[in-house]
């Protein structure tokens, strides 16, 4: 037992949208570096408190320790990074050109109540990058957790409530997505939506947006991928193993962004899968909060019955190179051993397979241009490793895939906030990328202001310019 949650009923939704709607309009008039000061002292707060943070994400989450550790960090980096980046780009007016005698200038300002909906898999970095950049920018919230980790979710509200923000500018909202969707996803004050998770769920959030009356609004939408890593002979085989498992097994494969297809050339595969097999042995899996884990649980077991069902699938389809098994003291929990397997098409994969299931593809060199098209062509565009030692294949991956996040010779996931702005395009998200310099104009509607300087009579800035 972790902790105790109430969720919402569908009665309350209402009353805590006409409090979030009248929240908005004293938030929304708060000076903006007030907004971002209370973002810093958020910061702080999670700072003091990260050793409880990181303890419930290992509790609720399953992640192992230094995952947790490094995402909160990445949760006070979300802080610190929006509020420096609207304080720059939103916090003032931007002067605009025009004839002489009248002065332009652009604003921004919040748009209303923010829907943020955010996954299990990061439930304090991403629940708190989404929040945070609604709230900076002037909206109010209504924070949906995952249903799998709500205390996080709980436990970061209440930092940000310490911190300054009123409760009227954020409510937190623990429930099912279906009722919470077709209470919230219609109603007319709704401003804008922000969302990781499914692309399904996505499509289904954006089929109940158009089917809505009133304003059309934003949809910030991140969701999963196919993700390969390119691999050319010229790759060293050691690097490739280093960086491929950390890729596909870290955080038991429940990142987004990790790797689900390794892309091998034929020359080099032989070594690599060789290396691989061998490394893999040294992986270690076992309780998340014990520092000699590498490999914890799954979420749960539902997540951990579909990763079965998917090697059910390939155990009949293709050829199974590496496997670990699962220690006797962790049989009854949601526990899912690496593994690897050799497929022929990169068609075999429909969807994303969120765990620890790496596939492994073989290539010749002329099929390189192929396999590109072939990414492509799932539709899937987040992130992509390339390893090799020529500056022409690192060139042509580079300019000819179309996915949001290129990682060269090094391991796929960990993006930075301000250093690896993260998001993908086609079916993994909408942009823009989240932790870089665009995202938080979505949260925003601009205002331009006209005025004529001369009908006060005269241009007297043109007359003060006078010798």
């Not at 009248?22 to 810093?40: C, F, K, T």
């Not at 230094?66 to 802080?79: G, K, M, N, Q, Y």
């Not at 898999?121 to 957790?145: D, E, H, R, W, Y």
């Not at 301000?418 to 998200?429: A, K, R, T």
Request: charged share 20%; net charge negative; aromatic share 6%.
């Amino acid at each position: 037992m972790v902790g105790e949650i109430r969720e919402v009923a569908a009665a309350q939704i209402s009353a805590l949208i006409d409090e979030l709607q009248q929240g908005y309009e004293h938030w929304s008039m708060v000076p903006a570096n007030e907004r971002a000061d209370i973002l810093r002292r958020a910061a702080d707060l999670y700072q003091q408190h990260s050793p409880q943070l990181a303890a419930l994400i290992v509790a609720e989450g399953g992640r192992t320790l230094s995952d947790a550790l490094s995402e909160v960090r990445e949760a006070i980096d979300f802080a610190r990074y929006y509020a420096t980046q609207f304080e720059t780009m939103f916090g003032k007016e931007h002067p605009l050109p025009g004839p002489t005698g009248e002065e332009n200038k652009l604003r921004y300002h919040g748009r209303g109540m923010f829907l943020c909906i955010s996954p299990w898999n990061f439930p304090v970095a991403i629940f708190s990058g989404q929040v945070m950049a609604a709230l900076v920018t002037g909206n109010s919230v209504l924070a949906k957790p995952a249903r799998q980790t709500p205390l996080c979710a709980a436990y970061c509200v209440d930092l940000l409530h310490q911190a300054g923000v009123p409760k009227s500018a954020l409510r937190l909202v623990p429930g099912p997505g279906r009722m919470l969707g077709e209470s919230v996803l219609a109603h007319s004050a709704l401003a804008g939506v922000v969302f990781t998770g499914s692309t399904d769920t996505a499509r289904y959030i954006n089929r109940q947006l158009a089917a809505r009356d009133g304003a059309i609004v934003p949809f910030i939408a991140e969701t999963g991928g196919l993700n390969t890593m390119l691999v050319d002979s010229s790759a060293l085989p050691e690097q490739v193993v280093s960086d491929a498992m950390l890729s596909a097994f870290n955080s038991a494969g429940q990142r987004c962004s990790a790797l689900r297809v390794l892309m091998l050339q034929r020359e080099i595969a032989p070594r690599v899968i060789e290396l691989l097999k061998g490394a893999m042995q040294e992986l270690r899996l076992g309780l998340p909060n014990l520092l000699s884990t590498d490999v914890g649980p799954v979420i749960d077991a539902a997540a951990a019955a579909t990763l079965q069902a998917h090697v059910q699938r390939m155990e009949s389809e293709a050829e199974l190179i590496a496997r670990l098994s699962v220690p006797a003291e962790l049989a009854g929990g949601s526990y899912f051993p690496p593994q690897v397997y050799r497929i022929r098409q990169l068609s075999e994969l429909t969807e994303e397979t969120f765990g620890p299931v790496l596939h492994i593809l073989e290539y010749e060199a002329s099929e390189l241009p192929e396999l590109v098209r072939q990414i492509n062509a799932s539709g899937y565009g987040l992130t992509m490793g390339i390893h090799s030692r020529v500056d022409e294949n690192i060139r042509y991956i580079q300019n000819h895939a179309r996915v949001g996040n290129v990682y060269v010779n090094r391991n796929m996931i960990g993006a930075v906030v301000g250093v690896q702005p993260f998001g993908g395009e086609g079916l993994s998200g909408t942009g823009p990328k989240a932790g870089g310099p665009n995202y938080l104009f979505r949260f925003c509607s601009e205002q331009t202001l006209t005025n004529n300087t001369a009908a006060i009579g005269g241009n007297a800035q043109l007359l003060g310019g006078m010798d």
